[in-house]
């Protein structure tokens, strides 16, 4: 996609290729970029939150609004943590009282040791060496 900037397109593909091809430059770079920019990103959410934690939402009217806001911590903090336990107590009920829903069919067949099954093989990328 950069080679198709003009004029500098052919140099912008070199320069982040690290050379004329693809190579170990490349890949070390594209690497680095891959896991240092989640926190790149989370660093700037967290100023983006704090800014507006500090001076509050943009009000288009210019009108104060504070009248109408509800405090964060005890209201939407405790109503966050119920909410979770309830999630938690209905996971836990269905794990325990119907935990054959959540497993494979397949493992309800009894099994014949003399057998393979059919239905075992690799993934496609390994059947170049299963027999």
Same mark, same amino acid.
């Given at each position: 996609?950069?080679?198709?900037?003009?004029?500098?397109?052919?140099?912008?593909?070199?320069?982040?290729?690290?050379?004329?091809? /693809? &190579?170990?430059?490349?890949?070390?770079?594209? @690497?680095?970029?891959?896991? *240092? #920019?989640? +926190? %790149?990103?989370?660093?700037?959410?967290?100023?983006?939150?704090?800014?507006?934690?500090?001076?509050?939402?943009?009000?288009?009217?210019?009108?104060?609004?504070? /009248? &109408?806001?509800?405090?964060?911590?005890?209201? @939407?903090?405790?109503?966050? *943590? #119920?909410? +979770? %336990?309830?999630?938690?107590?209905?996971?836990?009920?269905?794990?325990?009282?119907?935990?054959?829903?959540?497993?494979?069919?397949?493992?309800?067949?009894?099994?014949?040791?003399?057998?393979?099954?059919?239905?075992?093989?690799?993934?496609?990328?390994?059947?170049?060496?299963?027999?």
């Amino acid at each position: 996609l950069l080679s198709a900037v003009p004029y500098l397109g052919m140099d912008l593909v070199q320069w982040i290729w690290g050379g004329f091809a /693809v &190579d170990n430059a490349t890949l070390t770079r594209f @690497f680095t970029f891959h896991f *240092i #920019f989640p +926190f %790149i990103i989370l660093a700037l959410m967290m100023i983006h939150l704090l800014f507006l934690h500090q001076t509050g939402s943009n009000n288009p009217l210019g009108l104060n609004s504070n /009248v &109408d806001k509800i405090p964060f911590h005890p209201y @939407f903090i405790y109503k966050d *943590i #119920f909410g +979770f %336990i309830v999630f938690l107590w209905i996971l836990i009920f269905f794990i325990l009282k119907f935990n054959y829903l959540l497993m494979d069919p397949e493992n309800f067949i009894p099994a014949n040791p003399l057998v393979t099954p059919v239905h075992i093989q690799p993934e496609w990328y390994f059947l170049f060496a299963y027999a």
